[in-house]
């Protein structure tokens, strides 16, 4: 009895090894019985196989007349091995796997003499494309298939999305991965348009494939001349040769996605493709993360016979095939506006930029379009300034005769959301507030503005004197200093890890008017001090370049604070209107040629009449000689008299540290320590009464003389004699009702 035990143990044990060597090999136990159970809408494969399509590494796949194999790399690149190595299409191995994926029966069709007569019309054997997916068991070469099946042709039927009105097309399929299964299922989802130009279709149309983050440097050899470019930053370009400059970013990144969107009509077995002799570029790609350059050559352009298009060979060193690309766009013949009505009708409803980066993702690239050349590659502004990243400016002449403006920035500080303030001053002068908006129209100008014109170049390491003295630079009218703010690096100091704040060096731009060498026309040149290039600039940014205070200072008329008024005189010419101010009150006093007219003064008028003053700005201000301005107003039409006490805190600070020098503890920390003594200081501070100094400030009002499509007034402040224009709207608002009529 033992015995039969244990060979009836022996048996069972071989007979459950067997089954499992079969479960491993296809997933199924029906690849022993040859019978499977399909019902409708139910997937074409289990779960725990659908789960491992992202681990497929090795497919084949064959009709007719070809076969090929392919393997996925450590990269996560797919490659053909047969019959000859290329790169696979990442578009058909995401079909592919999708299809298998998703594909759920619709019906199955058994296999009787009535269905053998549409066998050709089902197509899984007069058409047949047979795939196999394997996913890595092991070894090296030890794989395990987790789908196989043979596709025919498309099935008249369309098959309803769960949870979607939507239908999709269905495909005639025959799977023997459960077994000796000789039925015709119709399945969701149809992938045929991959296959329209047999398996090679399957290869790779695009030469090129990388990360545009991961490119770092492009260089484009031709007959004539070397480009190189190089990734200074995220988003910023530079042309080392054959000059030294910036390169414009948004160019630059049309020439790589033009790149990555080459789209070859064929791609062909190099051996049977005569080439010619020499290739007319040669574009080399430096990408982190590989070994060696990209290298792609383009071939002269061709026509074929009786071809309306322009097409050009191209090869890649990465890949054994010859791509035939399409050099420029085929003439439609059609008429004259059928060209322009089609791409009208195709451009999808988006802002400028999303629409151009949809044209640029997904619009076909003709290499004839192709930004290849320094003049179409390199940026036409005179300075990639960054306005945030400025902390002084200078701007003089190269004579100083008439002077400079000093700009400075103080920095403003987030957590008390205090912005950046511009302060400018003359030679010789304090600095004063300047109108932010002026300093950053001028930064805004001296950065984005684009030059008209690139006139000369010169190579690295020459010198520029001749062309300096050529187009008169040698002698500026205008020198710009542009100190960027200072940056913080990281330094190792007494072994430890510390933030250091370093300055950096300044960038200097000369300009002059000068005639232009090969016209004889007066022209604005200018460059960059240590550059190699020469521009003609735009006028809108010369216009920008003024020595005159004025031109900077803050165009708000008057800055005082409301506790300050006093007295307010509003100078009518019949009679004037005197009102009398009390802050803590928040109560006004009115009195005309005598005649106290309180009653009739309105409170919330008066006091929001002072806030606009505070809001008041100048639309520009004058020089002190303007006659025009000087003639009008010699007679006012109005006039705004301010009387002001001005709390003078000049020595609160020195009050402050001399009372905590008194106490105690009296060290330099103990002024960051709110102690009981240091509170009992600044209480008494507060409660001590300030000494006040009295300031009057007068606006003079008067309409400008002769006539205006725009009228507009003109300004002074009598004490300090500034003259400035105002525009019709504000000088009217300061005419504005303070007493009930």
């Known amino acids: ?71 996925r790399d450590a990269m996560g690149v797919w490659w053909i091995r047969q019959p000859f190595v290329d790169r696979m299409a990442p ?33 899984v054997e007069t058409s047949p494309i047979h795939i196999t997916l394997k996913v890595p068991q092991g070894g090296k070469d030890d794989f395990t298939t987790v789908a196989r099946y043979t596709m025919g042709n498309t099935s008249p039927w369309l098959s309803e999305v769960e949870d979607s009105d939507a239908l999709i097309p269905t495909t005639y399929l025959r799977t023997n991965f459960y077994g000796r299964d000789k039925r015709v299922h119709v399945v969701s989802g149809n992938i045929l348009n991959h296959f329209k130009n047999g398996l090679m279709s399957l290869r790779d149309p695009r030469p090129l494939l990388f990360e545009q983050e991961q490119l770092h440097e492009i260089t484009l050899s031709g007959a004539e001349q070397v480009l190189q470019l190089k990734r200074t930053g995220t988003e910023s370009w530079s042309i080392l040769t054959p000059v030294i400059t910036a390169a414009d970013s948004e160019k630059v990144n049309r020439l790589i996605q033009g790149l990555k969107n080459l789209t070859a009509v064929r791609v062909e077995d190099p051996d049977a493709v005569k080439l010619p002799e020499k290739p007319q570029l040669l574009i080399r790609l430096m990408v982190n993360g590989y070994d060696k350059p990209i290298e792609l050559a383009l071939y002269p352009p061709f026509r074929k016979e009786a071809g309306d298009q322009l097409l050009c060979y191209a090869t890649v060193n990465d890949r054994q095939a010859v791509f035939t690309l399409q050099a420029d766009r085929k003439v439609l013949r059609k008429g004259s506006y059928s060209n322009l009505i089609n791409a009208i009708c195709d451009l999808p409803v988006l802002p400028d930029k999303a629409l151009a980066q949809v044209r640029l993702q997904n619009s076909t690239t003709y290499t004839n379009e192709l930004p290849l050349s320094l003049e179409q590659l390199r940026s036409l502004q005179f300075a990639n300034v960054d306005a945030a990243d400025v902390s002084r400016v200078v701007l003089r002449t190269s004579n100083a005769v008439n002077g400079a403006i000093r700009l400075m920035m103080v ?69 710009i200093y542009v100190l960027p703010r200072p940056c913080v690096v990281r330094a190792t100091l007494f072994g430890h890890d510390l933030p250091l704040v370093k300055d950096r060096s300044p960038r200097i731009f000369i300009v002059r008017r000068h005639p232009d060498p090969n016209t004889g026309r007066m022209a604005w040149f200018g460059m960059e001090e240590g550059s190699n290039s020469i521009c003609r600039l735009s006028t809108k940014f010369t216009r920008l370049l003024a020595l005159r205070p004025e031109k900077w200072k803050n165009r708000q008329v ?7 008024v006093r007295k307010l005189t509003l100078g009518f010419q019949q009679a004037p209107l005197e009102l009398e101010f009390d802050y803590i009150d928040e109560s006004w006093k009115g009195c005309i040629n005598g005649e106290d007219v309180t009653p009739r003064v309105n409170p919330h008028r008066a006091t929001h009449y002072i806030r606009n003053l505070l809001k008041l700005k100048v639309n520009q201000w004058l020089e002190y000689n303007d006659a025009e301005a000087l003639a009008a107003l010699q007679n006012p039409v109005f006039s705004v008299r301010l009387e002001l006490a001005i709390t003078d805190y000049s020595d609160a600070e020195t009050s402050v540290v001399e009372q905590q020098n008194d106490s105690e503890n009296g060290s330099p920390e103990d002024m960051l320590t709110e102690t009981d003594e240091f509170d009992r200081h600044l209480r008494e501070l507060a409660l001590t009464e300030r000494k ?31 003259l400035f224009i105002l525009s019709f709207e504000d000088a009217q608002g300061l005419a504005g009702d303070i007493i009930d009529m």
């Open 558 to 564: 008057l800055s005082f604070p409301i506790s300050a």
């Open 91 to 123: 578009s058909a191995v995401q079909a592919i796997l999708d299809f298998t994926a998703n594909a759920k029966v619709v019906s199955s069709l058994e296999r009787n003499e009535e269905t053998k007569k549409y066998m050709r019309e089902y197509g």
């Open 1 to 71: 009895m033992r015995i039969i035990y244990t060979i009836a143990l022996a048996l069972l044990a071989a007979a459950i090894t067997v089954l499992a060597v079969f479960q491993t090999v296809d997933g199924n136990l029906s690849r022993i019985t040859g019978i499977y159970r399909f019902r409708d809408g139910m997937p074409l494969f289990p779960g725990e196989n659908t789960n491992r399509l992202h681990d497929v590494s090795w497919m084949r796949i064959a009709d007719l007349h070809d076969k090929i194999e392919c393997e």
């Open 692 to 722: 006040t100094r009295k300031e009057t400030r007068t606006l003079e009002i008067s309409p400008a003389q002769g006539d205006s499509n725009k009228p507009f007034f003109y300004g002074r402040i009598t004490e300090t004699g500034e």
């Open 411 to 479: 920095p403003g500080d987030k957590d008390s959301q205090v912005g950046d303030t511009w302060l400018y001053a003359a030679s010789g002068e304090p600095f004063r507030t300047a109108d932010s908006a002026t300093v950053l129209r001028f930064l805004k100008g001296l950065s984005e503005i684009p030059v008209q014109e690139v006139v000369a170049d010169a190579a690295p390491g020459d010198d520029m004197g001749p062309l300096k003295h050529l187009y008169g630079l040698h002698e500026p009218r205008y020198i």
